[in-house]
């Protein structure tokens, strides 16, 4: 097994054992970084840990954790926290937990903004202080095109509540912390995509005939790689037209503004006299 080496950069990967946190890790290993691989499955993290090992050269270090449990999820911040050659964190951990709201099990709603909240908070927190001090690093967020779906009805788009939610979270929370890390050296980015060509939705036994073509996970990592270095807060691996966003963040921006700065109550929202 190749030694750790302080010359080479190291990222921690979040469900690392498939999809797009394996796809994340084959691309960081080929770029020559050592990496951190957690997930829940062991025999795949070994397995891949193995093979990038002997392909790539690089060191691998498998942290089987469910960042749902609290206990698990403080084993990985205090590597995060303690590891002064992390340059990069993806927070990629995730799964769906389609239900309607009103039948949805309250353990699920825990565990969902256990791992798409607490985990990506706590993480990026454990992280953060150790790259700010060397005055470089990156934080990737991988949330998902559902974060902007609130205003859609379910039907072919699945019923997600409280994945859609915590999936907002992640793009707000991005937005904000990349503003108080301005030049601290420190990027951050949070990544939307749409469907991808993954096993997330066929262990939940969707149907996804109705839903639109698929994303490869190689696809997903490219894009957000691009946008790292492009500085892009926000990545849409599938927008075409990225004046969409920026229009969005525009009108985000003037109806805070817009609100704030009213005094008085809106004329709509006044009782009669």
Same mark, same amino acid.
């Given at each position: 097994? &190749?030694?750790?080496?302080?010359?080479? &950069?190291?990222?921690?990967?979040?469900?690392?054992?498939?999809?797009?946190?394996?796809?994340? !890790?084959?691309?960081?290993?080929?770029?020559?970084?050592?990496?951190?691989?957690?997930?829940?499955?062991?025999?795949?993290?070994?397995?891949?840990?193995?093979? %990038?090992?002997?392909?790539?050269?690089?060191?691998?270090?498998?942290?089987?954790?469910?960042?749902?449990?609290?206990?698990?999820?403080?084993?990985?911040?205090?590597?995060?926290?303690?590891?002064?050659?992390?340059?990069?964190?993806?927070?990629?951990?995730?799964?769906?937990? /389609?239900?309607?709201?009103?039948?949805?099990?309250?353990?699920?709603?825990?565990?969902?903004?256990?791992?798409?909240?607490? !985990?990506?908070? *706590?993480?990026? *927190?454990?992280?953060?202080?150790?790259?700010?001090?060397?005055?470089?690093?990156?934080?990737?967020?991988?949330?998902?095109?559902?974060?902007?779906?609130?205003?859609?009805?379910?039907?072919?788009?699945?019923?997600?509540?409280? /994945?859609?939610?915590?999936?907002?979270?992640?793009?707000?929370?991005?937005?904000?912390?990349?503003?108080?890390?301005?030049?601290?050296?420190?990027?951050?980015?949070?990544?939307?995509?749409?469907?991808?060509?993954?096993?997330?939705?066929?262990?939940?036994?969707?149907?996804?005939?109705?839903?639109?073509?698929?994303?490869?996970?190689? =696809?997903?990592?490219?894009?957000?790689?691009?946008?790292?270095? !492009?500085?892009?807060?926000?990545?849409?691996?599938?927008? !075409?037209?990225?004046? %969409?966003? =920026?229009?969005?963040? =525009?009108?985000?921006?003037?109806?805070?503004?817009?609100?704030?700065?009213?005094?008085? %109550?809106?004329?709509? /929202?006044? %009782? &009669?006299?």
């Amino acid at each position: 097994m &190749p030694a750790p080496s302080a010359a080479r &950069p190291r990222a921690l990967v979040t469900g690392a054992s498939s999809g797009i946190g394996l796809t994340f !890790a084959e691309r960081l290993a080929a770029q020559g970084h050592d990496l951190v691989l957690v997930a829940r499955r062991r025999d795949r993290l070994e397995q891949l840990a193995t093979r %990038l090992r002997r392909d790539a050269g690089v060191w691998t270090d498998v942290l089987v954790a469910d960042l749902s449990d609290p206990d698990q999820l403080a084993e990985v911040e205090a590597r995060a926290a303690s590891d002064e050659s992390l340059v990069l964190l993806v927070n990629n951990a995730g799964f769906g937990g /389609y239900r309607p709201f009103a039948s949805i099990d309250p353990k699920v709603i825990d565990d969902l903004i256990g791992v798409h909240i607490r !985990a990506v908070a *706590r993480l990026t *927190r454990a992280a953060l202080p150790g790259m700010i001090r060397r005055g470089s690093g990156a934080i990737v967020n991988v949330a998902s095109l559902l974060a902007l779906s609130g205003p859609l009805a379910p039907d072919p788009l699945p019923h997600r509540a409280t /994945y859609a939610g915590a999936k907002a979270f992640m793009l707000t929370f991005a937005q904000a912390l990349a503003g108080e890390l301005k030049g601290a050296g420190v990027k951050v980015q949070v990544c939307l995509p749409g469907r991808v060509n993954t096993e997330f939705h066929t262990i939940q036994g969707m149907d996804v005939s109705a839903l639109p073509p698929a994303m490869t996970a190689d =696809e997903v990592v490219t894009a957000s790689l691009a946008a790292l270095a !492009a500085d892009e807060v926000v990545c849409v691996p599938g927008l !075409a037209d990225a004046s %969409l966003l =920026e229009r969005l963040t =525009e009108a985000q921006v003037q109806l805070f503004r817009g609100a704030v700065m009213q005094s008085a %109550l809106a004329q709509r /929202y006044r %009782l &009669p006299t």
